[in-house]
């Protein structure tokens, strides 16, 4: 069945109660599952990295040869800026004794002195249950700030803390996010729609969109090993609130059209419904397919958080494009027009041959403005969003640590006190594992390595195959200067003979993440631009048309970057997290389209009825008001992000947002119908409407001049 007789279903006057009645069983199936998805939520996937990277080897040959050695370190952190007291030694001392019974094994590290005499660090292994390391984290956390002598500052770092800090942060915010985009969706179709009730309608059918695909992601995470954290998990619920009412407002402008052409009795309704769907439904299935499909492009790459985002976004495509063609057209036939109230759509008699431009009074301007001097305004169109790139030199790659939060956290602060008296790299050094009769020949390379601070012994495996050197970097874990260092320290451990090194550690692996990321880019981004291309030219039946399209998103991604690099500079965020760039070029890839298939499968609609020129200025008419209704909910619907206490979502909020105001305000409405009217009928070649003589309609001279 086509997509547009499977759509005409709802619209029926039976079938529409049989819609209700699936979407109802639906719900109370789907729901129970939905809340259930946090139970599913895997968080290790964000700091993993392939099999293949070199700190990935170096874990599982830590892991075999030193079974129970990968536990997460919890690192309490002690300091007196006048100097460490005999009471601060004393508290130390009994902490570490309690701290016995949180650690794995009950082994605490003796206390690791800073050369200033105004610190002490402890450390130890947390287990590798999640539940049970969130338990001990939390009483470690208590127990330091539980008593400590005046003037004494404390703080719980390592990786089991941020760990613990993280979901901390998190904690309540999944419904807090989903409670900043109801209400942002409401209140934007409230102003929208100006109507008390028919803002509902929409809110609803997405909401219950979203349980849908909570509920298919649980099912899929359960049964057939799909990755979910809680990344995926909040774009999730930002795709299917934006990307759906979208939809939504497409769908109900051409039913509101439609209902001024049929009368205002029963069975009409249901007509107008059928064509409003039938119009509408290519352009919805064909923005659905180029979004569930270039995320679905995510799983070719290799970071293991970046390709389980692909089937968990195309599934929320999937249910909003299902909910809004079927379950909302339903709800609106059966209510009728009393739903539009105050600004009912009455039958217009003539309104098949009246021109529908005049209803759109700034929006007819705008076109008269484009059809005025349309390469002037592409042209400078095209000028402010190159200007706009600029920008993107205020931004940088690589998020550090103590900058991964919006808030001051107890890892975080704990970091900062390590660096100020330890060298760098003293609360994560990095591990060098090596064949067990090459040890001296290892650390001897290592400590001829520059930024390596200190060298530790060698630990022997139980069957003695094997050692492990611990390396103290002079730079932090995550600056330029430590990974540097590691990529020194490799080059001059993989050059022993038989020693078969391997060197992880925390910045081993934040080097490798960036060297995953750099090779994600190169494959994921061609493979989007392709897929998307091939797309268009499908929906356009045109090359030249497509071709215009990817080149103006591609312009408007890189005048996105460099807003956001102004904004993100403002609000001192201004060094992205290695997965943003990816993550939002996809987004507003797939997403910034929309709008154009939007106006452009209209205005291929109307060239064919009335020709080129004037096609295209009505399409920019009658599609103005409510393509800027749906880009200005998007964008708010991922501004929504800005609510969460981490900063690569506040990041990826602030991108895509903007890109999608720049798609919707300039691309959309100025250089893409500006560029189209200049080219002519070129637009469509080699398609049958690019060799289809101009035919203006009576009302395009008044258009122009407008």
């Known amino acids: 069945m086509s997509p547009q007789r499977l759509a005409g279903l709802p619209a029926g006057r039976r079938g529409k109660y049989a819609v209700l009645l699936l979407w109802l069983a ?20 964000l700091g993993a990295l392939p099999a293949g990277a070199e700190s990935s080897r170096a874990v599982q040959r830590a892991e075999t040869a030193f079974p129970g050695s990968r536990h997460p370190l919890a690192i309490a952190v002690y300091v007196r800026d006048t100097g460490l007291t005999p009471a601060d030694r004393a508290r130390v001392d009994a ?25 002490l ?10 539940e049970r390391r969130a338990d001990a984290v939390g009483a470690l956390k208590d127990r330091l700030a539980d008593g400590a002598p005046p003037g004494l500052r404390t703080a719980l770092t390592g990786e089991a803390a941020a760990e613990h800090d993280v979901f901390d942060a998190f904690s309540g915010m999944d419904g807090a996010l989903l409670l900043a985009t109801a209400l942002t969706v409401a209140l934007l179709l409230l102003v929208t729609y100006r109507s008390p009730v028919l803002w509902l309608i929409p809110l609803v059918a997405v909401a219950v969109a979203n349980q849908l695909a909570g509920a298919v992601v649980y099912l899929l995470a359960r049964h057939a090993g799909l990755a979910v954290d809680f990344q995926s998990q909040t774009i999730l619920t930002v795709l299917v609130f934006g990307v759906g009412v979208d939809y939504a407002l497409l769908l109900i402008a051409r039913y509101r059209e439609e209902l001024r052409r049929h009368a205002d009795r029963h069975a009409d309704r249901h007509a107008a419904m059928a064509v409003a769907l039938r119009r509408s439904a290519g352009a919805v299935c064909a923005s659905a397919a180029t979004v569930a499909v270039g995320l679905l492009c995510l799983l070719a790459a290799d970071l293991p958080a970046t390709r389980g985002l692909g089937p968990v976004g195309a599934v929320g495509i999937a249910a909003a494009l299902l909910a809004m063609t079927t379950l909302l057209p339903a709800v609106l036939v059966l209510c009728g027009r009393w739903l539009f109230w105050p600004f009912v759509p009455r039958y217009t008699p003539g309104a098949d041959t009246r021109d529908r431009a005049a209803d759109h009074g700034v929006w007819r301007r705008m076109a008269g403005l484009v059809a005025g001097r349309p390469r002037a305004v592409w042209l400078g169109t095209a000028a402010a969003l190159a200007a706009l790139t600029l920008g993107i030199g205020n931004l940088g790659l690589g998020l550090p640590d103590d900058e991964s939060f919006t808030t001051e956290v107890g890892s975080v602060a704990g970091q900062r006190l390590i660096a100020a008296h330890y060298p760098g790299g003293s609360a994560a050094p990095a591990e060098i594992l090596a064949a067990a009769g ?10 001829a390595v520059p930024g390596v601070a200190e060298v530790g012994a060698p630990e022997r495996s139980a069957d003695g195959r094997w050692v492990r050197v611990p390396a103290v970097l002079a730079g932090a874990p995550d600056s330029d200067a430590a990974r540097d260092t590691v990529t020194r320290l490799r080059a001059a451990v993989h050059a022993v003979p038989d020693a078969r090194a391997l060197v992880g550690g925390r910045t081993a692996t934040v080097l490798d993440e960036e060297r995953t990321v750099n090779r994600d880019n190169r494959v994921v981004i061609p493979l989007v631009l392709a897929v998307v291309l091939v797309i268009l030219v499908l929906l356009l039946r045109s090359l030249v048309a497509p071709l215009l399209l990817m080149a103006s998103v591609v312009l408007s991604y890189a005048a996105a970057m460099g807003a956001a690099g102004l904004v993100l500079d403002a609000m001192g965020h201004p ?58 909910v998007l964008a708010a619907t991922f501004g929504a992000l800005l609510v969460l206490p981490l900063v690569p979502s506040v990041q990826m909020g602030v991108i895509v947002a903007l890109g999608i105001l720049l798609d919707t305000l300039l691309v959309r409405s100025l250089l893409i119908p500006a560029l189209t009217l200049d080219l002519g009928t070129r637009t469509w070649w080699p398609g049958r409407l690019a060799r289809r003589s101009p035919q203006p309609a009576p009302a395009e001279p008044a258009l122009a001049r407008t």
């Open 26 to 45: 639906l719900l109370v199936a789907a729901g129970p599952l939905a809340v259930k998805l946090g139970e599913v939520q895997d968080n290790s996937t």
């Open 95 to 119: 902490d570490r004794a309690a701290f016995a019974t949180y650690a794995d094994g009950g082994a605490v590290s003796p206390p690791v002195a800073a050369a200033d005499g105004r610190a």
């Open 121 to 130: 660090l402890l450390s130890l292994p947390v287990s590798l249950d999640d």
């Open 438 to 447: 090459t040890a001296d020949r290892v650390v001897a390379a290592a400590r």
């Open 575 to 632: 060094r992205l997290f290695v997965g943003v760039p990816l993550q939002a070029f996809l987004f507003l890839v797939a997403l910034g389209v929309d709008y154009t298939i939007f106006l452009m499968t209209r205005a291929r609609e109307e060239v064919a009825r009335i020709g080129h020129r004037p096609g295209v200025l009505r399409a920019l008419t009658v599609t103005g008001g409510v393509i800027t209704s749906a880009g200005v």
